[in-house]
C-alpha cells in the first residue's frame, strides 16, 4: 500500500507561479510511475498533467508544455509539479498518482485557482 500527500495549492493569478509537491509513503519500492492528473470544474474524467516515468521519462500535457516541469526526488519519496505562467483554464483539483506492480494510487487532491 502507498500513501500519498499533497501540498501547495492556493489561488494565483493568472501569469503567476505555484509549486505542488506530493510525499509518498509505505511501499514504496513498488512504484515506477509519478504524476500528477487534474480535474477541472464541471468534468468528470481526470486529465494527466504530467508523468515521470522510472526517475527519467517525462510526459506532458500538450496544454502545460513549456510551463510545468515535474521533478522527482527518489532520496525523499517527492514529487514535484512546478507551474509557471499560469492561466485560468489551469483551474483545477490537482491529485498526485502513483503506480506500480498494476496498481494504482491517488491524493487526496489539491485545489488550483487561477484567476484575478
Known amino acids: 500500500q502507498v500513501q500519498l500527500v499533497e501540498s501547495g495549492g492556493g489561488l494565483v493569478q493568472p501569469g503567476g507561479s505555484l509549486r505542488l509537491s506530493c510525499a509518498a509513503s509505505?511501499?514504496?519500492?513498488?512504484?515506477?510511475?509519478m504524476g500528477w492528473f487534474r480535474q477541472a470544474p464541471g468534468k468528470q474524467q481526470r486529465e494527466l498533467v504530467a508523468?515521470?516515468?522510472?526517475?527519467?521519462?517525462?510526459n506532458y500535457a500538450d496544454s502545460v508544455k513549456g510551463r510545468f516541469s515535474i521533478f522527482r526526488d527518489t532520496i525523499k519519496n517527492t514529487v514535484a509539479l512546478q507551474m509557471d505562467s499560469l492561466k485560468p483554464e489551469d483551474t483545477a483539483v490537482y491529485y498526485c498518482?502513483?503506480?506500480?506492480?498494476?496498481?494504482?494510487?491517488w491524493g487526496q487532491g489539491t485545489q488550483v485557482t487561477v484567476s484575478s
Open positions: 498518482n502513483a503506480q506500480g506492480n498494476g496498481l494504482t494510487y
Open positions: 509505505g511501499s514504496i519500492f513498488s512504484i515506477h510511475v
Open positions: 508523468q515521470i516515468i522510472s526517475g527519467v521519462t517525462t
